[in-house]
């Protein structure tokens, strides 16, 4: 089998510089099993690893930065995302034999100990990396080039986001034991970091909770390191002080969080309800994080505006639940007959369930459904709970009409019937659990 031609070997090229880290791990992955067969699959394969070992080995160097370059839907520090790669690109040209060195240090066994500090080779290529964005050396031009472009003094500035790595490569390792239990000995370790970096300079410190606000995949834990650092402090002394931006960040989230379930559309149906359930959940989730974090004043700059979130979560949630009942009037359409002296309702079947109507009580009981696990946290756990039991009710009577239909002799439509009964049984699940509605489906099978 032939290989590969020039122009398909720059083809690649081309390709793997622009994909991101998981198409590059995909094709090496897929082409695997093949490649033993030589020829052009063995070629790609081939490239694909030398790709994928290389990202490997950059994201180890310059792995504490590596973060800020990705994009982020918070408002905290960004940079272009081409910046680790011409940085490092730019380290080849300029310190091969300590790259060469940090590939060994990727290549060798993890260490026993795993408290053991990381080879300072890492800090020595971020430093040489500070030091050449600095000095405008030529071989960092063109990262030089695209920083300043994004930011003013954008090069200067990573450089001294680069300044920090030696610290905030043991902070990072630290970082999951510290969020999930700060104890004193940890407070210790994080307090002590902090200092280190503001023993650098006087914008080192928040630049330090930058880096590690960007390694975090829940962003608002950070404000369990800054409760550590400032011994559980109140929301006036941290709106005062230089890491005032990370409650900020979390605070305009928390908006834009309760802002899109407000706009939540239910007629977009089921999934466009999970989603606003998840919005809602993690503003909820934030809310909390402030109040454990630190002290809060009823008319404190955070305190009063976290109040206010808190109300308007329970109260935007409360709204939508008492639309659920509308909705499923709707969607399961009753008529009112005369039994003896009183009224009651009974599944109204002249039409096919209307599609708009059930997309919008879908949406709604996605919302219901997925509020399960946060409701009570986030103060409707009350009101969810008597939506849930008007539901139970209002489907478990629909259910048994439907099913006393089926079983009479002059049933008009059974396929109506079946799909009213299908749509009962996905309410039902939402309202209570899968188990509850293959109930619902395993005796409309059997009426």
Same mark, same amino acid.
């Given at each position: 089998?032939?290989?590969?031609?020039?122009?398909?070997? *720059?083809?690649?090229? *081309?390709?793997?510089?622009?994909?991101?880290?998981?198409?590059?791990?995909?094709?090496?992955?897929?082409? +695997?099993?093949?490649?033993?067969?030589?020829?052009?699959? +063995?070629?790609?394969?081939?490239?694909?690893?030398?790709?994928?070992?290389?990202?490997?080995?950059?994201?180890?160097?310059?792995?504490?930065?590596?973060?800020?370059?990705?994009?982020?839907?918070?408002?905290?520090?960004?940079?272009?995302?081409?910046?680790?790669?011409?940085?490092?690109?730019?380290?080849?040209?300029?310190?091969?034999?300590?790259?060469?060195?940090?590939?060994?240090?990727?290549?060798?066994?993890?260490? @026993?100990?795993?408290?053991?500090?990381?080879?300072?080779?890492?800090?020595?290529?971020?430093?040489?990396?500070?030091?050449?964005?600095?000095?405008?050396?030529?071989?960092?031009?063109?990262?030089?080039?695209?920083?300043?472009?994004?930011?003013?003094?954008?090069?200067?500035?990573?450089?001294?986001?680069?300044?920090?790595?030696?610290?905030?490569?043991?902070?990072?390792?630290?970082?999951?034991?510290?969020?999930?239990?700060? *104890?004193?000995?940890?407070?210790?370790?994080?307090r002590l970091a902090y200092k280190d970096a503001v023993a650098l300079s006087?914008?080192?410190?928040?630049?330090?909770?930058?880096?590690?606000?960007?390694?975090?995949?829940?962003?608002?834990?950070?404000?369990?390191?800054?409760?550590?650092?400032?011994?559980?402090?109140?929301?006036?002394?941290?709106? +005062?002080?230089?890491?005032?931006?990370?409650?900020?960040?979390?605070?305009a989230d928390i908006d834009k969080r309760l802002a899109a379930f407000k706009?939540?559309?239910?007629?977009?149906?089921?999934?466009?309800?999970?989603?606003? +359930?998840?919005?809602?959940?993690?503003?909820?989730?934030?809310?909390?994080?402030?109040?454990?974090?630190?002290?809060?004043?009823?008319?404190?700059?955070?305190?009063?505006?976290?109040?206010?979130?808190?109300?308007?979560?329970?109260?935007?949630?409360?709204?939508?639940?008492?639309?659920?009942?509308?909705?499923?009037?709707?969607?399961?359409?009753?008529?009112?007959?005369?039994?003896?002296?009183?009224? @009651?309702?009974?599944?109204?079947?002249?039409?096919?369930?209307?599609?708009?109507?059930?997309?919008?009580?879908?949406?709604?009981?996605?919302?219901?459904?997925?509020?399960?696990?946060?409701?009570?946290?986030?103060?409707?756990?009350?009101?969810?709970?008597?939506?849930?039991?008007?539901?139970?009710?209002?489907?478990?009577?629909?259910?048994?009409?439907?099913?006393?239909?089926?079983?009479?002799?002059?049933?008009?439509?059974?396929?109506?019937?079946?799909?009213?009964?299908?749509?009962?049984?996905?309410? *039902?699940?939402?309202?209570?659990?899968? @188990?509850?509605?293959?109930?619902?489906?395993?005796?409309?099978?059997?009426?």
């Amino acid at each position: 089998m032939p290989g590969l031609t020039e122009s398909q070997i *720059t083809g690649l090229k *081309t390709l793997f510089a622009v994909a991101n880290d998981q198409v590059v791990r995909s094709i090496e992955a897929a082409l +695997a099993e093949d490649a033993g067969r030589g020829g052009a699959i +063995a070629a790609v394969h081939g490239m694909a690893a030398r790709e994928a070992a290389e990202r490997k080995l950059r994201a180890l160097v310059l792995g504490p930065v590596i973060p800020l370059c990705r994009p982020s839907s918070w408002s905290a520090v960004s940079f272009p995302a081409k910046t680790p790669a011409l940085l490092w690109a730019a380290l080849r040209e300029s310190e091969p034999e300590r790259v060469a060195a940090a590939a060994a240090v990727a290549e060798a066994p993890p260490p @026993k100990d795993p408290d053991e500090p990381p080879s300072s080779i890492l800090d020595e290529l971020c430093h040489a990396a500070a030091q050449g964005l600095r000095s405008e050396a030529p071989a960092f031009q063109a990262a030089n080039t695209l920083l300043n472009g994004a930011l003013k003094d954008g090069g200067a500035l990573f450089a001294s986001y680069l300044d920090l790595s030696p610290i905030a490569r043991s902070a990072i390792a630290r970082l999951p034991e510290w969020v999930i239990r700060m *104890t004193d000995e940890r407070a210790a370790a994080a307090r002590l970091a902090y200092k280190d970096a503001v023993a650098l300079s006087d914008d080192a410190g928040p630049q330090l909770f930058e880096i590690l606000f960007a390694q975090l995949p829940e962003p608002w834990q950070i404000l369990r390191v800054m409760s550590a650092i400032m011994d559980h402090p109140g929301d006036r002394y941290v709106a +005062a002080s230089e890491l005032s931006r990370f409650g900020e960040y979390l605070l305009a989230d928390i908006d834009k969080r309760l802002a899109a379930f407000k706009a939540f559309d239910a007629g977009l149906g089921a999934e466009a309800g999970a989603a606003a +359930a998840d919005s809602l959940a993690l503003a909820a989730q934030q809310i909390a994080e402030f109040e454990t974090a630190m002290e809060l004043s009823r008319d404190g700059p955070w305190g009063a505006r976290i109040a206010q979130h808190r109300q308007l979560l329970a109260g935007l949630a409360e709204a939508r639940l008492e639309q659920i009942e509308k909705a499923i009037d709707q969607a399961l359409p009753l008529r009112m007959v005369r039994l003896g002296k009183g009224l @009651k309702g009974l599944p109204n079947l002249r039409a096919d369930p209307d599609p708009a109507a059930l997309r919008r009580a879908e949406g709604l009981m996605a919302f219901f459904d997925r509020s399960r696990s946060s409701a009570g946290q986030s103060g409707y756990g009350s009101a969810r709970a008597k939506v849930g039991e008007m539901l139970g009710d209002r489907l478990d009577h629909y259910v048994e009409d439907l099913l006393e239909m089926l079983r009479a002799d002059d049933v008009d439509s059974v396929e109506r019937i079946h799909a009213y009964l299908e749509v009962a049984a996905v309410f *039902t699940g939402q309202a209570r659990d899968e @188990k509850a509605a293959q109930i619902v489906r395993r005796r409309a099978a059997a009426a």
